[in-house]
């Protein structure tokens, strides 16, 4: 391990239990998913006899804490498992260690002890939709979260002085598999105008990774009679919750509005380029994004990738994107303007692999 590289750690309010991990990010790589590992710190004298877990949960939040109906809380546990780590069911010295492990349990000493987990295959990644800049309330999301604590049993509510809590994020990662690049195209036809308007919209590839530049080949082939104005072209990311309610958010993530004409008669090829970036979207209520760690920058969600076999619900929100292609269709040649928008909607998944960032709480060099 680099010297430079950083431990992540948190410590109870008693310093009873700390956890230290040597990462916050763990990637889906749709055929396996990072397993989650780190080490446990325990203060004996402050523990006490007792026994101290570690668990790994899946939330689904809509809606503050406090927002309790009749006793039902707008939550839901998507996946709980829990680990007991001392005193220990396994000798650690015979138990697989990972090299970020190894370096943490030498240095900590004869009080640390590590724990793994292994997330399920129908999970969803971490998502969240980025509330407005005046809502203080808790945002609609899909959270991970590692706890340790120490208590006399694992149904044992404990007590938040010897609890410790650090969030997590699954990501999702897709490697781009060369397949067909998405392509889309319509015909309108006018009234009072022998030949219709044809527009195609064509993208490189099927997959594009963050901060990655997209480039839309648009062709415009105007037989009608009427003059087109004003081309635009747009990324549009549309979030469906699908768990308790089908709330379906769209946004503009990226757009860029042209003076571009085609007359009638003519045709129009060109190639638009947009790069979709949280930066320029940090201000839009309702724009999905993936997950967030305190203090910590994030970026727009990854599109989601349902697996086989796996019910849609369980994955809370579904994010895709989409191309738009606008233009407004003058009235006939020499006549009022009669203005027609001519919307074109094709794409596939897009941003598929999140940016790892700094922490939200103490670092620490092992």
Known sequence: MSPKHVIYKKLSRDKSVGVYMGK??????????DP???????????????????????????????MDVLGIAFRRD????????????????????S??????????????????????DNLPCSVALQPAPTDPGKRCAVEFEVKAFCAENQDEKAQKRSTVRL???????????GGAAPMGETTCEFVMSDKPLHMRVTLEKETYYHGEEINISVEIDNSSNRNLRDVSVSVEQ?????????????????????????????????VYSL???????????????????????????????????????????LVAYRVVLKCNAAGVVG????????????????????????????????
């Open 99 to 120: 090299k970020v492990q190894e370096k943490i349990l030498r240095k900590l000493g004869d009080n640390a002890y590590p724990f793994f987990f292994e997330f399920p």
């Open 275 to 317: 790069c979709p970036l949280m930066s320029g979207n940090r201000e839009r209520h309702g724009i999905a994004v993936d997950g967030k760690l305190k203090h910590e920058d994030t970026n727009l969600a990854s599109s989601s990738i349902v697996k086989d076999e796996v019910l849609k619900e369980i994955l809370g929100m």
């Open 238 to 270: 549309i979030t469906n919750v699908v768990l308790y309610s089908n709330d379906k958010y769209i946004s503009p993530v990226a757009y860029e509005d042209t003076m571009d004409t085609v007359p009638a008669g003519t045709s129009l090829k060109k």
């Open 78 to 97: 998507i996946f709980l498992c829990t680990r007991q780590v001392y005193p220990p069911l396994q000798d650690k010295e015979r138990s697989v260690h």
């Open 36 to 66: 989650v590992d780190g080490v446990v710190l325990i203060d004996p004298e402050q523990v006490k006899g007792k026994k101290v877990y570690v668990m790994l949960s899946c939330t689904f939040r809509y809606g503050r804490d406090d």
């Open 24 to 33: 916050r990010d763990f990637v889906d790589h749709c055929d396996f998913v």
């Open 335 to 366: 006549s009022s303007d009669d203005t027609t928008d001519l919307v074109f909607e094709e794409f596939k998944r897009s941003y598929l692999k999140g940016i790892i960032g700094d922490d939200d709480e103490s670092p620490a060099e092992p």
């Open 167 to 177: 969030a997590i994020r699954k990501i999702q990662y897709a490697p781009n598999k």
